[in-house]
């Protein structure tokens, strides 16, 4: 065990252990992790290309899909790389600042794909519901802005993470069950009273993904009552289609956040470490990984983009694929 001194109590390291249970097959659960890592990033920054080169898709849906793409690469960029290290290499010391500073990134930027997907469910909602007025209300002026203030919020509410972590006295033990830094992974080897933390983690995950998913759900509640009151059954087909992928997303990050969430409070003691542990790295991955999938699949104009530019300079017309 490593301290700076004995009378503060303060670590000048942290080991992360990986998954608990699971140490003999660490390098195994390293391939896939590292195929999700390597199919988030080559399709992110595939779909940001694709954006900002194709001026069919210079329009605000596109753009908020472009910032989730970025919030995506940052948000598994800040915890693959560690973890992979940890499986394929064994090493598993984290400098102490290098800890907090691992958990307020891994929190500001789960923060910030909850909120742009809030941003894409008021995108959908003025698209289906003022389509007349779409462009003049979302633009780039109003999403640059949205997207600034939705990560202000995120880096203002979880910079306290740091502090409240900092202050902790760590005299039981330096070993994190886990492949990343969070917030209550680190706080809970403290041995000191870690009350705050838990009450503040619980605060902001109701400011942050409380308010999101509330305005998420109105936003479909409005949007759902616009596409029932459409008399042409091929409008109301073509208004859900456009909320498909957005759905799906919502559910791909969601699921496995609530797992993470509610597991980590509630259900330590009758979920298995091990699975905890996986999820709470799906949970940062998955996203990342399925997002540009979805999006490639179910949005006719990124799919037809992206033929035009595979086969661009071929007789093909991506039109009729």
Same mark, same amino acid.
């Given at each position: 065990?490593?301290?700076?001194?004995?009378?503060?109590?303060?670590?000048?390291?942290?080991?992360?252990?990986?998954?608990?249970?699971?140490?003999?097959?660490?390098l195994?659960?390293?391939?896939?992790?590292?195929?999700?890592?390597?199919i988030?990033?080559?399709?992110?920054?595939?779909?940001?290309?694709?954006?900002?080169?194709?001026?069919?898709?210079?329009?605000?849906?596109?753009?908020?899909?472009?910032?989730?793409?970025?919030?995506?690469?940052?948000? !598994?960029?800040?915890?693959?790389?560690?973890?992979?290290?940890?499986?394929?290499?064994?090493?598993?010391?984290?400098?102490?600042?290098? !800890?907090?500073?691992?958990?307020?990134? $891994?929190?500001?930027?789960?923060?910030?794909?909850?909120?742009?997907?809030?941003?894409?469910?008021?995108?959908?909602? $003025?698209?289906?519901?003022?389509p007349?007025?779409? $462009?003049?209300?979302?633009?780039?002026?109003?999403?640059?802005?949205?997207?600034?203030?939705?990560?202000?919020?995120?880096?203002?509410?979880?910079?306290?993470?740091?502090?409240?972590?900092?202050r902790?006295?760590?005299?039981?033990?330096?070993?994190?069950?886990?492949?990343?830094?969070?917030?209550?992974?680190v706080?809970?080897?403290?041995?000191?009273?870690?009350?705050?933390?838990?009450?503040?983690?619980?605060?902001?995950?109701?400011?942050?993904?409380?308010?999101?998913?509330?305005?998420?759900?109105?936003?479909y509640?409005?949007?759902?009552?616009?596409?029932?009151?459409?008399?042409?059954?091929?409008?109301?087909?073509?208004?859900?289609?456009? !909320?498909?992928?957005?759905? !799906?997303?919502?559910?791909?990050?969601?699921?496995?956040a609530?797992?993470?969430?509610?597991?980590?409070?509630?259900g330590?003691?009758?979920?298995?470490?091990?699975?905890?542990?996986?999820?709470?790295?799906?949970?940062?991955?998955m996203?990342?990984?399925?997002?540009?999938?979805?999006?490639? $699949?179910?949005?006719?104009?990124?799919?037809?983009?992206?033929?035009?530019?595979?086969?661009?300079?071929?007789?093909?017309?991506?039109?009729?694929?």
């Amino acid at each position: 065990m490593s301290f700076l001194n004995d009378t503060s109590l303060i670590l000048a390291s942290f080991i992360l252990n990986g998954i608990p249970g699971l140490e003999e097959v660490h390098l195994w659960i390293s391939f896939p992790l590292c195929t999700m890592y390597s199919i988030a990033i080559t399709g992110n920054f595939g779909l940001m290309y694709l954006i900002y080169s194709e001026e069919a898709l210079h329009r605000p849906m596109y753009i908020f899909l472009a910032l989730l793409s970025f919030t995506d690469v940052l948000m !598994c960029t800040s915890t693959l790389p560690n973890t992979l290290c940890i499986l394929w290499f064994n090493l598993k010391e984290i400098d102490f600042n290098a !800890c907090l500073s691992q958990m307020f990134f $891994v929190h500001t930027f789960t923060g910030m794909e909850s909120g742009v997907l809030m941003l894409m469910a008021l995108d959908r909602f $003025v698209a289906i519901c003022y389509p007349l007025s779409y $462009v003049t209300i979302l633009t780039n002026s109003v999403i640059a802005k949205a997207g600034l203030i939705t990560f202000l919020r995120g880096v203002m509410l979880v910079i306290p993470f740091t502090f409240l972590t900092k202050r902790l006295p760590y005299c039981g033990g330096n070993v994190i069950p886990h492949t990343y830094c969070d917030h209550m992974s680190v706080a809970t080897i403290s041995c000191g009273n870690v009350k705050v933390n838990a009450v503040y983690g619980l605060m902001v995950a109701l400011l942050i993904g409380g308010f999101d998913i509330l305005c998420i759900t109105i936003s479909y509640a409005m949007i759902l009552r616009a596409v029932v009151s459409l008399s042409s059954a091929d409008a109301r087909q073509k208004a859900f289609s456009t !909320c498909t992928a957005h759905i !799906c997303v919502i559910v791909i990050t969601y699921v496995p956040a609530f797992f993470t969430f509610f597991t980590h409070r509630f259900g330590g003691h009758t979920i298995p470490p091990h699975i905890h542990i996986t999820m709470a790295n799906l949970y940062l991955l998955m996203p990342p990984t399925m997002n540009p999938i979805v999006y490639g $699949v179910k949005t006719k104009q990124i799919r037809e983009c992206v033929i035009r530019f595979l086969f661009k300079g071929k007789d093909i017309s991506p039109f009729n694929i």
